[in-house]
C-alpha cells in the first residue's frame, strides 16, 4: 500500500498543465514534461478530428519537431502551445538548431547587445555563438561554454512578481496579434527585439486581416514581447517590461565604482564604451543622484540618469531600469519627476509645507490658489499673497514670524514639525533666482551654482540676481 501511494505522488508531482490552441479552441490538458511533440499531436489530433500528421506544434516562434521533448522547451505551468493544420505538404527539413523554440535558441545562443563589436561588449565571440549554436551536443564543447550557457537568460520587470526577475521571449504576429507565428529568421541584437517591423514571419492564423496583408504584398513582421519565467503563466496578455542593460557579466568586467568583478548580472550603461556597473553600485549611484536632485528631466526618456562617466548620449531610456531602488525610493522617484515635470513646465510647487502640488497656471497670473491646500500665495516671492511690489524678507519679518509660529506651537500640536522645518528654511536658505529652490550656503564664496539637475543657474548670494563681473569685484569674498 505505501509503495502505491508513494508512486501516485510522484506521477502526480511530474504533471504539467498546458494549454493548446487551436483555430476557435483552447484545449486544457495534463502532460508528463516527458512527453515529446509526437506524443502531444496524438493527444490532440483526436479533439480537433484531425490526423497527427496534418498537425505541427508552435512554440515561440518556431515549429516544434515530433521528437522535442517538451521539458527542454523549458514550458512553465499554464503555458501556451499553438496547434495549427498543415497548410501544405512539404518534406521536413530539420534546421542546424534542431527545431528548438525560439527562446531556447536565444537563450543558448548568448544573446548579444547591440554593440557586440565594442571593446568591453558583454556579449560573447561570434564564432563562439555559432559554435555552440550547431553543435549542441558536439562532443568539443567546452566546459567554460557549457557553463555560459546554463547561466544565459533575459531580465525583466514583472509587474505581478513586483520586482526584478528572470525572463523569456516570445512572438506574436504584429498585426493580428496571434502566437501561431513562425520567424523567418532570428533576431541577432536587441534592436531587432525592441524596435517594430525588425523581422519577417508567416502567421499561422487563418484571419482575413492577415490574407489581406499578404495581397497587398506587405510582409508579415514578428512582435517580440516577454513574460517573466517565475511565476505561472497568466495567459497570452501575462508581459513583462525586459530590463536590456541588466546582463549576465559574460567577460567580467569590472565594476565602474567598487572595482569588483560580478559573477551575476551587472548594469550596462548605454554609452560608446558600455560602462558597467554592480547592482548593488548602481541602486546606490541612484539613490545618492536621487538625494541630490541630480536626475535629469529628458524630453524624451522622461527624469532619467547618465553614465557616471559623462559619455555623451548615455541616458537609460527605459525607466523601468529604477524598479531596483526600494519601495520608498522608488515613490521618492516618482515625486521628485512629477516635480521636476511641472517646474520645466512654467509651473510651480506650493510653498505650503506638507503639501507641495504642482500648479500649472498662466505666466501673467501672480495671484497663485493651491487647489490642495487652498493657500493663496504670490507666484515670485512664493509668499503669502500680497498687494504691491514684493519685498525682501527681513530679519525682523522672520523673527516676527518665529514669533507668531511659537505662538502657534501651543495650539497645533500637529503641525509642530512642519512648522518649525518652514522657519528653519526661511532663516537658512535663500531662494535661486531661476527655479526658487531653496539653497543653504555653508561656507566659501559668493558664487553660487544652483544644484538642481536642468537648472544649474549661477547667482549671487548676496545681490540674488545672475552672477556677473560686478559681483566678482565687490563682493567675491563677502
Same mark, same amino acid.
Not at 495581397?215 to 517565475?230: D, L, V
Given at each position: 500500500?505505501?509503495?502505491?501511494?508513494?508512486?501516485?505522488?510522484?506521477?502526480? +508531482?511530474?504533471?504539467?498543465?498546458?494549454?493548446?490552441?487551436? /483555430?476557435?479552441?483552447?484545449?486544457?490538458?495534463?502532460?508528463?514534461?516527458?512527453?515529446?511533440?509526437?506524443?502531444?499531436?496524438?493527444?490532440?489530433?483526436?479533439?480537433?478530428?484531425?490526423?497527427?500528421?496534418?498537425?505541427?506544434?508552435?512554440?515561440?516562434?518556431?515549429?516544434? &519537431?515530433?521528437?522535442?521533448?517538451?521539458?527542454?522547451?523549458?514550458?512553465?505551468?499554464?503555458?501556451?502551445? !499553438?496547434?495549427?493544420?498543415?497548410?501544405?505538404?512539404?518534406?521536413? @527539413?530539420?534546421?542546424?538548431?534542431?527545431?528548438?523554440?525560439?527562446?531556447?535558441?536565444?537563450? $543558448?545562443?548568448?544573446?548579444?547587445?547591440? /554593440?557586440?563589436?565594442?571593446?568591453?561588449?558583454?556579449?560573447?565571440? &561570434?564564432?563562439?555563438?555559432?559554435?555552440?549554436? %550547431?553543435?549542441?551536443?558536439?562532443?568539443?564543447?567546452?566546459?567554460?561554454?557549457?557553463?555560459?550557457?546554463?547561466?544565459?537568460? #533575459?531580465?525583466?520587470?514583472?509587474?505581478?512578481?513586483?520586482?526584478?526577475?528572470?525572463?523569456?521571449?516570445?512572438?506574436?504576429?504584429?498585426?493580428?496579434?496571434?502566437?501561431? #507565428?513562425?520567424? !523567418?529568421? $532570428?533576431?541577432?541584437?536587441?534592436?531587432?527585439?525592441?524596435? %517594430?517591423?525588425?523581422?519577417?514571419?508567416?502567421?499561422? %492564423?487563418?484571419?482575413?486581416?492577415?490574407?489581406?496583408?499578404?495581397?497587398?504584398? +506587405?510582409?508579415?513582421?514578428? +512582435? #517580440?514581447?516577454?513574460?517573466?519565467?517565475?511565476?505561472?503563466?497568466?495567459?497570452?496578455?501575462?508581459?513583462?517590461?525586459?530590463?536590456?542593460?541588466?546582463?549576465?557579466?559574460?567577460?567580467?568586467?569590472?565594476?565602474?565604482?567598487?572595482?569588483?568583478?560580478?559573477?551575476?548580472?551587472?548594469?550596462?550603461?548605454?554609452?560608446?564604451?558600455?560602462?558597467?556597473?554592480?547592482?548593488?553600485?548602481?541602486?546606490?549611484?541612484?539613490?545618492?543622484?536621487?538625494?541630490?536632485?541630480?536626475?535629469?528631466?529628458?524630453?524624451?526618456?522622461?527624469?532619467?540618469?547618465?553614465?557616471?562617466?559623462?559619455?555623451?548620449?548615455?541616458?537609460? @531610456?527605459?525607466?523601468? !531600469?529604477?524598479?531596483?531602488?526600494?519601495?520608498?525610493?522608488?515613490?521618492?522617484?516618482?515625486?521628485? &519627476?512629477?516635480?521636476?515635470?511641472?517646474?520645466?513646465?512654467?509651473?510651480?510647487?506650493?510653498?505650503?509645507?506638507?503639501?507641495?502640488?504642482?500648479?500649472?497656471?498662466?505666466?501673467?497670473?501672480?495671484?497663485?490658489?493651491?487647489?490642495?491646500?487652498?493657500?493663496?500665495?504670490?507666484?515670485?516671492?512664493?509668499?503669502?499673497?500680497?498687494?504691491?511690489?514684493?519685498?525682501?524678507?527681513?530679519? $525682523?519679518?522672520?523673527? %516676527?514670524?518665529?514669533?507668531?509660529?511659537?505662538?502657534?506651537?501651543?495650539?497645533?500640536?500637529?503641525?509642530?514639525?512642519?512648522?518649525?522645518?518652514?522657519?528653519?528654511?526661511?532663516?537658512?536658505?535663500?531662494?535661486?533666482? /531661476?527655479?526658487?529652490?531653496?539653497?543653504?550656503?555653508?561656507?566659501?564664496?559668493?558664487?553660487?551654482?544652483?544644484?538642481?539637475?536642468?537648472?544649474?543657474?549661477?547667482?549671487?548670494?548676496?545681490?540674488?540676481?545672475?552672477?556677473?563681473?560686478?559681483?566678482?569685484?565687490?563682493?567675491?569674498?563677502?
Amino acid at each position: 500500500m505505501l509503495q502505491l501511494l508513494s508512486s501516485k505522488k510522484h506521477i502526480i +508531482e511530474n504533471i504539467l498543465r498546458i494549454y493548446i490552441k487551436t /483555430s476557435g479552441n483552447t484545449l486544457c490538458i495534463d502532460i508528463d514534461p516527458k512527453y515529446d511533440i509526437r506524443q502531444i499531436k496524438n493527444i490532440v489530433a483526436p479533439k480537433i478530428g484531425l490526423e497527427p500528421d496534418e498537425l505541427k506544434v508552435i512554440f515561440a516562434g518556431k515549429e516544434l &519537431a515530433d521528437n522535442i521533448v517538451i521539458e527542454d522547451c523549458d514550458l512553465g505551468e499554464q503555458s501556451i502551445l !499553438h496547434v495549427v493544420k498543415v497548410k501544405e505538404k512539404v518534406p521536413k @527539413k530539420i534546421n542546424d538548431y534542431g527545431m528548438k523554440p525560439l527562446c531556447e535558441i536565444l537563450d $543558448d545562443s548568448m544573446f548579444s547587445p547591440i /554593440s557586440e563589436s565594442r571593446n568591453n561588449s558583454i556579449s560573447v565571440e &561570434a564564432n563562439d555563438v555559432a559554435h555552440i549554436l %550547431n553543435n549542441d551536443t558536439d562532443a568539443n564543447i567546452t566546459s567554460n561554454q557549457q557553463v555560459l550557457v546554463k547561466k544565459i537568460h #533575459f531580465y525583466v520587470y514583472c509587474p505581478t512578481c513586483k520586482g526584478l526577475k528572470q525572463g523569456k521571449l516570445r512572438v506574436r504576429c504584429n498585426f493580428c496579434k496571434s502566437g501561431a #507565428f513562425t520567424v !523567418h529568421s $532570428d533576431p541577432q541584437n536587441w534592436t531587432h527585439v525592441l524596435e %517594430n517591423k525588425q523581422i519577417t514571419g508567416t502567421c499561422e %492564423n487563418d484571419t482575413q486581416f492577415c490574407e489581406d496583408i499578404l495581397q497587398n504584398r +506587405e510582409p508579415t513582421f514578428a +512582435e #517580440f514581447y516577454f513574460k517573466c519565467s517565475e511565476h505561472i503563466s497568466l495567459g497570452e496578455n501575462d508581459q513583462a517590461v525586459p530590463l536590456y542593460l541588466i546582463r549576465p557579466n559574460l567577460k567580467q568586467i569590472q565594476c565602474l565604482a567598487c572595482l569588483d568583478i560580478s559573477y551575476d548580472a551587472v548594469f550596462v550603461f548605454p554609452c560608446q564604451n558600455d560602462h558597467v556597473m554592480c547592482l548593488d553600485c548602481f541602486k546606490q549611484y541612484c539613490m545618492s543622484k536621487l538625494t541630490e536632485r541630480q536626475f535629469w528631466q529628458h524630453p524624451e526618456y522622461g527624469y532619467t540618469l547618465a553614465c557616471p562617466n559623462g559619455c555623451a548620449d548615455s541616458f537609460i @531610456k527605459e525607466i523601468h !531600469h529604477f524598479r531596483l531602488l526600494d519601495d520608498q525610493n522608488y515613490d521618492r522617484y516618482h515625486r521628485f &519627476a512629477t516635480e521636476e515635470f511641472v517646474l520645466q513646465s512654467g509651473g510651480l510647487l506650493c510653498p505650503q509645507p506638507g503639501c507641495g502640488m504642482g500648479i500649472l497656471a498662466d505666466t501673467d497670473c501672480k495671484r497663485i490658489t493651491c487647489q490642495g491646500c487652498k493657500y493663496v500665495f504670490c507666484r515670485l516671492c512664493l509668499q503669502g499673497y500680497h498687494i504691491g511690489e514684493c519685498g525682501p524678507i527681513e530679519n $525682523d519679518d522672520l523673527n %516676527n514670524q518665529s514669533t507668531s509660529c511659537e505662538s502657534e506651537l501651543s495650539c497645533n500640536n500637529g503641525n509642530n514639525g512642519e512648522i518649525a522645518s518652514r522657519t528653519t528654511i526661511k532663516i537658512m536658505t535663500k531662494p535661486c533666482p /531661476s527655479c526658487k529652490t531653496p539653497t543653504e550656503r555653508d561656507g566659501g564664496c559668493m558664487h553660487m551654482i544652483c544644484t538642481r539637475a536642468g537648472c544649474k543657474f549661477h547667482w549671487c548670494w548676496v545681490c540674488q540676481t545672475e552672477w556677473t563681473t560686478e559681483c566678482m569685484g565687490d563682493h567675491w569674498f563677502g
